[in-house]
């Protein structure tokens, strides 16, 4: 099992910034993608983004160009650089890894799951 913590949320004001931080007991860069979800008050979970093993991004189309997500191989730890943030932006962040285990006759994906950091966003 993999622990993942999240820290860095509040309350900010629209067009403020955040950075939430996620830390593992496993090595992220070995991780198959970490990534960071959301979910608010009624909604279900979604990706905001992404990170790879190999570096590539993906971002949610309501993120793009406002988050960054990115990773530091000293400290284990993954970011998600939140500016100009919005009120829908409002939600509990997750932070998320997957790792590949197991034999090669017989591979699996551990899938791991922070307890969540909640970010709030006033008008």
């Known amino acids: 099992q993999v622990e993942l913590v999240e820290s860095g949320g509040g309350l900010v004001q629209a067009g403020g910034s955040l950075r939430l931080s996620c830390s593992a007991t496993r090595s992220i860069f070995s991780a198959n993608a970490m990534g960071w979800y959301r979910q608010a008050p009624g909604q279900q979970r979604e990706l905001v983004a992404e990170?790879?093993?190999?570096?590539?991004?993906n971002y949610a189309d309501s993120v793009k160009g406002r988050f960054t997500v990115s990773r530091n191989r000293a400290e284990n730890v993954m970011y998600l650089q939140m500016n100009s943030l919005k009120p829908e932006d409002t939600a509990v962040y997750y932070c998320n890894g997957r790792w590949g285990m197991g034999p090669v006759e017989a591979p699996y994906e551990l899938d791991s799951w922070g307890q969540g950091t909640q970010v709030t966003v006033s008008s």
């Open positions: 990170i790879q093993r190999g570096a590539g991004t």
